[in-house]
């Protein structure tokens, strides 16, 4: 009797190792993952130290340049990351400047400075460590952004 159970729960394992790895490479047919639009136009940056901390910090999110690593192309990862990067780029892209990406300009800065941006998860684990500024980046980047939203018509927009 204990036997027969032996043999029956074995291949019962096996049989749900087998559906798992299956359903694992189906997912892999789901093409969802992230891709990168043509770049249409950039803000009109007050230096390219401001350019540099926002390609570091919030590029892979808020740009057309984003750079997943390897592993974070493969399924089911790469379908919550790529929704995380579609949300960023509705809510601001640095690459479709003029062409509506200029969006929740009006939070940039306080984003910044009280480090909501960017996002925890990303910076989490050290995963994404370069991405994550010090006190005197967030500064920098800050008072950047400032003066490249005021020469690139944006951060009058209220948020929202
Ligand atoms: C890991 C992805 C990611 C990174 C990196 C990132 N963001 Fe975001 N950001 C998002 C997402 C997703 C949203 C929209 C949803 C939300 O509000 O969380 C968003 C929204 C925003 C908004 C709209 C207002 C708001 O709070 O919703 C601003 C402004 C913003 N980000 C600025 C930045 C800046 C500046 C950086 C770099 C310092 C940055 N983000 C880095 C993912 C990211």
Not at 26 to 35: A, C, D, F, K, W
Request: net charge neutral; hydrophobic share 40%; aromatic share 8%.
């Amino acid at each position: 009797m204990g036997k027969v159970m032996d043999v029956v729960s074995r291949r019962w394992w096996l049989t749900a190792l087998i559906a798992a790895v299956v359903v694992f490479l189906l997912m892999q047919l789901v093409p969802i993952r992230v891709s990168n639009p043509p770049v249409t136009g950039e803000p009109n940056w007050d230096s390219p130290q401001t350019r540099a901390l926002a390609v570091k910090a919030c590029f892979d999110c808020h740009s057309n340049e984003s750079k997943p690593y390897a592993w974070e192309k493969i399924a089911p990862l790469s379908w919550w990351i790529s929704g995380h990067v579609s949300d960023g780029r509705a809510a601001l892209n640095f690459s479709e400047w003029n062409t509506g990406g200029k969006g929740e300009t009006g939070d940039i800065i306080e984003t910044v400075k009280n480090a909501s941006m960017p996002p925890g998860y990303y910076t989490w684990l050290g995963l994404h460590s370069g991405a994550k500024l010090t006190p005197a980046e967030q500064q920098q980047l800050a008072d950047g952004l400032k003066l490249t939203l005021a020469q690139s018509g944006g951060g009058s927009s209220g948020g929202g």
